[in-house]
């Protein structure tokens, strides 16, 4: 059974930081590009950065500078970390595995930038 399951959600007040983090079980974590995704009311669903097996990496442009995607093969966990937050960052943030015909999906974790 493949879960991912995000935690580190929160309400932040701009400017801060919060760091999420996605726990993989049941598959094959390293073979898997990860990513964080992001949902906003009212909005579609949107890329926030990914991660392939070899470490590369890509971001939205409304991530770059702000946002680090890295994982941790040995913990089988991928990691957003999150800087000078905007109220524009408000969201459901979902992690996202996908290897091929195999694309996979968690809960999501609120993420609301708030003072």
């Known amino acids: 059974q493949v879960q991912l399951v995000e935690s580190g959600g929160g309400l932040v007040q701009p400017g801060g930081s919060l760091r999420l983090s996605c726990a993989a079980s049941?598959?094959?974590?390293?073979?898997?590009?990860m990513a964080w995704y992001r949902q906003a009311p009212g909005k579609q669903r949107e890329l926030v950065a990914a991660?392939?097996?070899?470490?590369?990496?890509n971001y939205a442009d409304s991530a770059k500078g702000r946002f680090t995607i890295s994982r941790d093969n040995a913990k089988n966990t991928v990691y957003l970390q999150m800087i000078s937050l905007k109220p524009d960052d408000t969201a459901v943030y979902y992690c996202n595995a996908e290897s091929g015909f195999q694309n996979y999906w968690g809960q999501g974790t609120q993420v609301t930038v708030s003072s």
């Open positions: 049941g598959i094959f974590f390293s073979g898997f590009t």
């Open positions: 991660i392939t097996r070899g470490g590369s990496t």
